[in-house]
């Protein structure tokens, strides 16, 4: 099949870019021909689906099945049709990577992801039809978009059949399905039912928890064994650091009998859910969103029952308690009283970062003995009615056992919160080093964090934007596979330097720009780097014409920033499509980071609200 090229119009449908290719199709993100929005179209040609009726058919009722469904967590099929003898569907565009693409991400994320796509599997369970071929790659991540926290949609019903459907749509012994998430039934030939489906949403769920798979094989025949005949990993086996209350949940998901698995998806992540947080350490801990209220037989500490039973408190403090990362690892803290001479592992040393959705979580580690405030920690986050908060703690280092790969961390003290009922102090926890050199942190509500040195943060980006992520790594976030990254607040962030459209002074600077688009609400900021310290003024470099600046202070800057703004305009004065208002930040000499500058633009915002709400918040080391 020729592939179709950007600028290429189909059915009306203006190729922006390929997005992807799978069994039946190659998909592309394409503008509407009516509507100002981008869809994913998937194209089959027709001529090379004749000699073989089942890809055709495959595609057809991928259209046909998912255009009856209207659920938030499946990807949308607007429309289909034939044009230029290619067959083509015309589905919801989603900005985001694949769940394949996903690694090292925190239990509380894999189990979200894992509830929304067990409730899409069961609304499709309802309504009589199976997908066959839930794996991460069929489940899209949408990014944070307009204070919206991520979300996962099931796709790809190419394969998905009526449950009392008796024509096949595989050929006897062909398995349609990815052999790695096939159930047993499946790599058998055997009719299956919806347990089929939880079955390989066990097996992805697993991934997500793990980056292992349940079962290893090499070729098709192994996978039939495997999951015939093999027993699956234990999930604690593979991440020793995850509570093993999670095996038997998952065990059971993965039964090689049907009728021994759980009544429905929504159930076996419900099950695993409520074992992740059964553990000691997880006690007060579930995001009321992501649990049921908790049986008689495991009653939560009257904390847990005063936060999640009292509506009211809920929608502010659960995302604020998210971003006071309380915990207290009950079943590793262990009280014996270390050997004065205990120091804090060097490896442990030094600013490690995590980002969550929307939240962001800062710790520094210094040297210390038992009894010295070795660990401070900054969470930055945004609360359910859009505004922003800001926690701050200082913890003690309680013992260094012997083995040197935890630390035992004490009680915690809220040094700032803003607002003032945003943030918790935490309870003990302990930190752990893992074996690929990031550092895991057990919370009470946020779950598992598991964060990544500033330093190997920053050598995710390429050798020309290193500099800017080495100095504002929490502003940027790391750099993913799919060329992108989760920085502040949830802005996705990628490398973009100058080019043809942007200011002539600002040409062969390196620049990471966050949240290009301008009608997403959110903030923008754009970090240049100039290699030294420009020669010529921001006002010279940006905006070529007569300035207004000012001074402000940043508690992360010794000396004033000084910010620069086109002349006469209102500090006051919303951001608009009409007037663009772009606030042009600078650091004081003598400072490393005088080499860059950062712009910020704030849609429907002021620049007083820049400074104020945004700059003041935004950290800058």
Not at 258 to 271: G, K, M, N, Q, Y
Not at 495 to 518: E, F, H, K, S, V
Request: charge should be negative; charged fraction near 25%; include cysteine.
């Amino acid at each position: 099949m020729t592939e179709l090229r950007p600028g290429e119009v189909l059915a009306g449908y203006v190729v922006a870019r390929r997005i992807g290719s799978g069994g039946s199709g190659v998909v592309y993100a394409a503008r509407h021909p009516r509507l100002p929005r981008l869809t994913a179209l998937k194209v089959l040609k027709r001529d090379e689906s004749r000699g073989d009726d089942e890809v055709w058919r495959r595609f057809e009722r991928e259209a046909e099945i998912a255009a009856h469904f209207d659920h938030p967590n499946i990807v949308q099929v607007y429309d289909r049709g034939v044009a230029e003898d290619r067959f083509w569907i015309s589905m919801q565009y989603v900005d985001g990577a694949d769940a394949g693409e996903l690694h090292g991400i925190s239990p509380e994320r894999a189990l979200r992801i894992g509830a929304e796509i067990g409730a899409a599997l069961d609304y499709a369970h309802g309504k009589g039809v199976l997908h066959r071929d839930v794996k991460p790659s069929n489940i899209l991540i949408a990014d944070p978009d307009s204070g919206r926290p991520e979300r996962a949609l099931l796709t790809d019903f190419g394969i998905a059949r009526l449950r009392d459907e008796t024509t096949r749509l595989t050929h006897t012994g062909n398995i349609s399905a990815t052999f790695a998430f096939a159930s047993p039934k499946q790599v058998s030939s055997k009719p299956v039912g919806p347990r089929s489906d939880q079955y390989s949403l066990a097996c992805t769920l697993f991934i997500l928890l793990t980056d292992r798979r349940p079962f290893t094989a090499d070729t098709p025949i192994g996978w039939v064994h495997a999951h015939t005949q093999e027993p699956p990993l234990r999930v604690s086996a593979v991440r020793p650091e995850l509570p093993a209350t999670l095996d038997a949940v998952m065990t059971r998901a993965l039964a090689k009998d049907p009728e021994d698995r759980f009544p429905s998806c929504a159930e076996f992540v419900t099950a695993l859910t409520q074992a992740y947080y059964a553990d000691p350490a997880m006690a007060v801990t579930a995001p009321a969103r992501l649990l049921p209220p908790p049986p008689v037989a495991a009653p939560r500490k009257p904390l847990g029952r005063r936060l999640f039973r009292r509506r009211l408190l809920v929608p502010a403090l659960v995302a604020a308690l998210v971003g006071a990362g309380v915990g207290f690892a009950f079943s590793q803290y262990d009280s014996t009283p270390p050997p004065p001479e205990s120091l804090v592992p060097d490896k442990f040393l030094g600013t490690w970062l995590a980002t969550e959705g929307q939240t962001n979580y800062r710790l520094e580690l210094d040297q210390g003995r038992p009894g010295d405030h070795v660990l401070s920690s900054i969470v930055d986050g945004v609360l359910p009615d859009g505004s922003a908060f800001h926690c701050e703690f200082s913890a003690p280092l309680v013992a260094v056992p012997s083995e040197g790969d935890r630390l035992l961390i004490g009680p915690s003290e809220i040094i700032t919160s803003d607002p003032a009922n945003a943030c918790r102090a935490n309870r003990p926890t302990t930190l752990s080093f893992l074996s690929d050199g990031r550092v895991s942190r057990k919370t009470d509500v946020s779950g598992l964090i598991t964060y990544t040195n500033a330093d190997e943060l920053a050598k995710s980006w390429d050798d020309e934007h290193t500099a800017i992520a080495r100095a504002f790594p929490s502003l940027v976030g790391q750099l993913a596979s799919n060329g992108r990254s989760v920085g502040w607040q949830g802005a996705g962030c990628q490398q973009r330097d100058p080019g043809p459209g942007d200011a002539d002074t600002a040409q062969g600077a390196r620049r990471i720009l966050c949240n290009a688009q301008d009608d997403t609400g959110q903030v923008r900021f754009d970090l240049f780097d100039f290699g030294t310290r420009p020669p010529q003024s921001a006002g010279a470099l940006f905006f070529g014409g007569t300035v207004d600046t000012t001074t402000v202070t940043h508690r992360d800057v010794p000396g004033v920033l000084t910010i620069t703004t086109d002349n006469g305009i209102d500090a006051n004065q919303p951001d608009s499509e009409t007037r663009r208002i772009l606030t042009a930040v600078t650091f004081p000499d003598g400072d490393p980071r005088s080499r860059f500058v950062l712009m910020v633009r704030w849609p429907e915002h002021t620049v007083n609200a820049v400074l104020s709400e945004w700059l003041s918040r935004a950290p800058l080391k």
